[in-house]
């Protein structure tokens, strides 16, 4: 807590722990170690705390309920409602950095961390204005949702029409009218699709290549996040069936309208990194002919868009909820501590073994809630980090 006279003067510390990222899974990190009496430090490329959260569409509210998204230290406040707005999201964030009294150092990114020289122990971070910082420990927090990504779609570059990634989708008015395909139908995809139609647009189509699991966000006021939480370490077979007799008797089947029931079970989509649709709308929009599925995008060509079925279409507009990349290579790429496709190799407190002092927190999107494992995650960092401190202190006596 704030203030707290039991614990150790933090700025006595010669090397703090830096945390890259000032959103929601940097900020608790950052609180929890302030809480153990480790000096963390926030850096962050933007001018503001949440910069992502601030960049999301209007409507978006967190599929996860307001008592089980609190960071350490700081619950939401009722007056948010069971699902958070946006706005209310960066108002807790604001908050929650002004509560905790976080260390914060703004407009600054680091491009590069290193191990510290030879004989030193820790890391050297790299950051804008040739700053070099040195730090005890590392915490990278800087996002699931960080670089926007497209597929490398034939024709694409020579495309005629007007596209754009869904990070840059806010509201559905400069829509209204307009003949609009929502490529990819995860959450954001399936939530702008229909944003668009509530918002006036003339057409609404939504381009799948593998049909999602569509889960009820509530049923009978039990959130879909708890179940996520009493199944996650289940094995992925018996959680499969146990959501398929769940999807049939809360979820009508979808499959004359383009959006057939998965074959591969809803756990094992999330073990390789697909998490189900919550449904905001979508259901009523497919049966109701308002939002129409279509075949995956398979190429551009002049002002058309080519589906994997043949067909041709002409959309005023395309918008691509095609996710997004960690962009961690240039950062901790050199280091061995990235998977194939770029993600963190560990996660939470387990530490590389390489890259000793080294963390990361917020890179995958668990079933159980991101802000919930966030902060779950954030306690167990400060707790690791503290006691490397306090052995590092104990063998330098």
Excluded: C
């Excluded at 000032?22 to 850096?43: D, I, K, M, S």
């Excluded at 307009?178 to 003339?202: S, W």
């Amino acid at each position: 807590m704030p203030g707290d006279p039991t614990a150790p003067d933090m700025t006595t510390q010669p090397r703090p722990v830096y945390v890259i990222g000032a959103g929601p899974g940097g900020l608790a990190a950052a609180a929890a170690l302030r809480a153990r009496g480790v000096r963390a430090v926030v850096v962050e490329k933007s001018d503001e705390v949440g910069s992502s959260w601030r960049r999301h569409y209007d409507r978006l509210r967190l599929h996860t309920t307001r008592r089980l998204s609190a960071l350490p230290g700081l619950a939401m406040p009722r007056r948010f409602g069971r699902w958070v707005s946006r706005d209310d999201v960066v108002r807790y964030l604001e908050k929650y950095a002004e509560f905790h009294e976080l260390e914060l150092v703004t407009g600054v990114e680091v491009t590069r961390i290193e191990r510290a020289p030879e004989g030193e122990d820790g890391w050297t971070l790299h950051a804008t204005g040739g700053r070099e910082l040195a730090a005890a420990a590392v915490v990278i927090a800087t996002g699931y949702n960080h670089t926007p990504a497209l597929p490398d779609w034939p024709g694409l570059d020579g495309y005629e029409g007007r596209l754009l990634h869904a990070r840059e989708y806010r509201n559905p008015r400069p829509y209204a009218g307009q003949d609009v395909l929502v490529v990819g139908v995860g959450n954001t995809g399936a939530e702008i699709a229909v944003d668009l139609v509530e918002g006036g647009a003339a057409r609404v189509r939504l381009a799948v290549r593998n049909a999602p699991h569509i889960m009820r966000r509530s049923t009978a006021g039990w959130p879909a996040q708890r179940s996520g939480i009493l199944v996650r370490r289940l094995p992925a077979r018996l959680v499969d069936r146990l959501s398929a007799v769940v999807a049939r008797a809360s979820v009508p089947d979808l499959s004359a309208y383009g959006l057939p029931r998965p074959a591969t079970g809803l756990y094992s989509r999330v073990k390789q990194g697909s998490i189900p649709v919550q449904d905001v709308g979508l259901i009523d929009a497919v049966r109701s002919g308002r939002v129409e599925p279509v075949a995956a995008v398979e190429a551009f060509e002049g002002a058309e868009v080519l589906l994997a079925d043949g067909s041709r279409i002409t959309p005023d507009a395309v918008i691509a909820a095609t996710g997004y990349r960690r962009a961690l290579e240039g950062l901790v790429g050199h280091l061995g501590v990235l998977d194939e496709r770029g993600r963190p190799r560990t996660h939470g407190a387990r530490s590389p073994e390489q890259a000793r002092g080294l963390y990361f927190t917020g890179f995958s999107n668990p079933i159980s809630g991101m802000f919930r494992e966030m902060a779950l995650d954030a306690e167990k960092i400060a707790k690791a980090i503290a006691r490397r401190s306090r052995t590092a202190e104990a063998a330098a006596r």
